[in-house]
């Protein structure tokens, strides 16, 4: 089974921005429908946007507008652009098909002063 790998997470101040990565090990994504999804400290993972392989979008009511899910199938790679972050956008953000299948690490979105 596939399994992917998320990089770009840190920490970043109150409006600030951070750009994610995630690509698949081992495998192309090109046919999948992905997600990126976030789990916050005592919260359940939720998915905040979805991507499909043409590119139409999908994107949660607390992300809409800020969030920018894209993908680059030539490169095998799904990103997520973040702007004017607030302090409840800090979770583990973890990329994964959409439905899911193997979890990977995740990468730590950090938003305070």
């Known amino acids: 089974q596939v399994q992917f790998v998320e990089s770009g997470g840190g920490l970043v101040q109150p409006g600030g921005s951070l750009s994610l990565s995630c690509a698949p090990s081992?495998?192309?994504?090109?046919?999948?429908?992905m997600g990126w999804y976030r789990q916050a400290p005592g919260q359940q993972r939720e998915l905040i946007a979805s991507?499909?392989?043409?590119?139409?979008?999908n994107y949660a009511d607390s992300v809409k507008g800020r969030f920018t899910i894209s993908r680059d199938n030539g490169k095998n790679t799904v990103y997520l652009q973040m702007n004017s972050l607030k302090p409840e956008d800090t979770a583990l953000y973890y990329c994964?098909?959409?439905?899911?299948?193997?979890w990977g690490q995740g990468t730590l979105v950090t938003v305070s002063e």
């Open positions: 994964n098909k959409v439905p899911t299948g193997l």
């Open positions: 991507i499909t392989g043409g590119g139409s979008t």
């Open positions: 081992g495998s192309t994504f090109r046919v999948y429908v």
